[in-house]
């Protein structure tokens, strides 16, 4: 008995290292070969940082990066702030019934493809000129679910009661909720704001429809999909291996954030 | 019905179709102790949130020192309220939470440092004044959530069950420091409770409710010994009934024999009726001239520590009468379960009341 299940439980260590191995090895690779003196996928020809040099001499990444930023940004300070209040006047009525519940999580679940087509109709429909703007508000139709979602998740343990005592104590709705409500669920509303800011970061599909014509709307997945199609560079793996890296560290921030609350 | 710091004319409140607080009318007096006693869901706290302004009143109006307060939102009320969970604000500290209200009236910093102070001296709260609300345990939290509410001096402060999250020993001692606070500050307090032994050892007077509707409002001992109805007698304290129909001498048990007592007006003799008597009022072995005697089997002894309660099962009742005896007293006569005993007592010490 005892040999088999040491058996069985080696085979499942072996499962669970090929199953990380499969979905990390290549990103550790990525990581590596932005490293690589010689600039060749096949070759380790010594450690070297210079690709990261020249992509910071390359001007359309730089622009690209900076409208990536600016993006991610507004949409991430918006969809902030209107889904922190969805959040709360969803949990504040929430007998109210779950049409608008449903409603409020449809972009997390509409696949990205079938938004960006309704998008790119919708703006051609207003006749709108498309440019960052419009990226800007697309990225905010789905950014506003998901800050909603983790602002709701803190608001389901939070004590209503506590606004009411702030009004019997003499504060206006406005008090109450810049001193008391606000406070309380900071944690959560940063989670989703940094959550909010690496899904636009990285977003291609929607960015792409709703971009416009010219360069001057370009984010850095866009241009790192237009420099592929003429082989993968180092300088890629670079620009990757910093996207990436700005992800990891903004996810990791917005859980402990999560987990922080869990405390309280 | 005026001229109280606080009127209630009439006040109704409908949620949808139910109606909570049923055309409730009370006279509330400067530096009262004042206590809403019910069962739960008899619309109590539903009194109290209008009070406090969380609800409006749909119909009825509510006189604060004579001005009608009814439509005023919370924060523009003299007037506050301890919440039943204490709704400490959880990233504040304990000197931070009780602050907060005069921040609100923008009172001067140092008007406010002196005034936290006094109050957390009062609530014997200075040394915990840097605490979170999480790090502090039932009782101080109480203490607490009463120094935010009383700080900025309400001219009514209202309490929602503000002992019920405390255990027992606790809650008889806090009830005492209530009532002491109370007149150290001077201010008129409003307790919603569910307690009856609570209402009856804090309160000046109160208020029995039942299904939003006023039972009776007087004194502890008025409403104790002369309640209102059935309910008021059960519901306060303990009592013993005895179902049976109305005579000019008292009232006619089912099994034929006569409960002596005064028949109150508006009851008319054949009606049905209810005589009661407090376990305490009754004698075991009572003297020869005892008005109300009758026989009955011991069915149950339960020790109380100061007193003894003998369950005594009668022809006069269904339910076996509960005598409270002092424990000395029982020392003298051996009781055991199973003895037959004789019950008494006099014919005023019976309450007669519509069934």
């Known amino acids: ?264 | 019905m005026t001229g109280g710091v606080l009127d209630i004319e009439g006040v109704t409140k409908n949620f949808g179709r139910l109606t909570a607080v049923d055309d409730v009318s009370l006279s509330i007096r400067e530096n009262e102790f004042f206590a809403l006693l019910g069962p739960s869901g008899c619309g109590k706290t539903t009194l109290l949130r209008m009070l406090a302004g969380f609800e409006m009143p749909s119909g009825g109006k509510i006189l604060l020192d004579g001005a009608d307060v009814s439509r005023v939102p919370p924060n523009r009320r003299p007037v506050n309220l301890m919440f039943q969970s204490y709704a400490l604000f959880p990233h504040m500290s304990v000197r931070a939470n009780i602050a907060y209200g005069l921040e609100m009236e923008r009172r001067p910093s140092a008007e406010i440092r002196s005034r936290v102070d006094e109050m957390l001296a009062t609530t014997q709260l200075a040394a915990l004044a840097d605490r979170k609300p999480d790090q502090l345990s039932g009782g101080q939290k109480q203490r607490v959530a009463l120094a935010r509410a009383l700080v900025k001096r309400p001219r009514v402060l209202l309490l929602d069950e503000p002992l019920g999250a405390l255990d027992k020993k606790l809650r008889g001692e806090m009830q005492i420091e209530l009532k002491r606070l109370q007149d150290e500050v001077g201010i008129t307090f409003i307790v919603v409770t569910h307690d009856q032994e609570e209402a009856l050892v804090m309160a000046d007077r109160m208020a029995v409710l039942r299904d939003g509707r006023l039972l009776q409002c007087d004194t502890p001992h008025e409403v104790y010994e002369r309640p209102a109805d059935a309910f008021v007698a059960g519901f306060i304290g303990v009592m013993n009934f005895c179902a049976g129909s109305a005579v000019a001498e008292g009232v006619r048990a089912s099994d034929g024999s006569l409960v002596a007592g005064t028949l109150p007006q508006g009851i008319a003799a054949g009606a049905p009726a209810l005589a009661a008597v407090r376990p305490e009022r009754i004698v075991l072995f009572p003297a020869a001239g005892a008005a109300n005697r009758t026989s009955g089997t011991v069915e149950a002894l339960a020790y109380h520590g100061l007193d003894l309660q003998v369950h005594v099962r009668t022809p006069l009742a269904d339910k076996p009468f509960l005598v409270r005896m002092t424990a000395d007293a029982a020392d003298s006569r051996s009781i055991r379960t199973g003895d037959t005993v004789e019950i008494g007592w006099s014919a005023a010490d019976t309450r007669i009341f519509k069934s």
Not at chain 1, 8 to 37: D, K, M, Q
Not at chain 1, 48 to 77: E, F, G
Not at chain 1, 155 to 165: P, Q, V, Y
Not at chain 1, 209 to 234: C, D, E, H, K, N
């Open chain 1, 1 to 264: 008995m005892a040999e088999r299940s040491a058996a069985a439980r080696r085979s499942g260590t072996a499962v669970l290292v090929l199953v990380f191995a499969f979905l990390y090895v290549p990103i550790a690779v990525l990581v590596a070969l932005s490293f690589n003196e010689g600039g060749l996928p096949t070759v380790w020809s010594g450690f070297s940082t210079r690709w990261y040099v020249s992509l910071a001499s390359n001007q359309d990444i730089l622009s690209a990066a900076l409208n990536t930023l600016v993006v991610a940004v507004a949409s991430t300070a918006i969809a902030t702030l209107l889904g922190t209040l969805l959040a709360i006047g969803i949990e504040m009525r929430r007998r109210r019934g779950t049409v608008l519940e449903a409603l409020v999580f449809a972009p997390m679940i509409i696949p990205d493809i079938v938004l960006a087509v309704a998008l790119l109709s919708f703006f051609s429909m207003l006749d709108v000129t498309m440019g960052l703007h419009t990226i800007v508000l697309a990225h905010v139709v789905f950014n506003l679910a998901f800050v909603c979602a983790v602002v709701r998740a803190r608001l389901k343990s939070f004590d209503w009661s506590i606004t009411e005592a702030s009004a019997d104590l003499g504060a206006s709705a406005l008090t109450t909720f810049r001193r008391v409500t606000l406070p309380v669920i900071l944690p959560a509303v940063i989670a989703g704001a940094l959550l909010a800011f690496t899904l636009s970061v990285d977003e291609f599909i929607i960015a792409f429809f709703t971009a416009g014509a010219g360069r001057s709307s370009t984010t850095l997945p866009m241009q790192i999909y237009s420099m592929i199609r003429f082989g993968i560079t180092p300088e890629i793996n670079a620009l990757a291996t910093i996207v990436m890296a700005v992800s990891v560290i903004a996810l990791a921030i917005s859980q402990r954030l999560n987990r922080g609350m869990v405390g309280q």
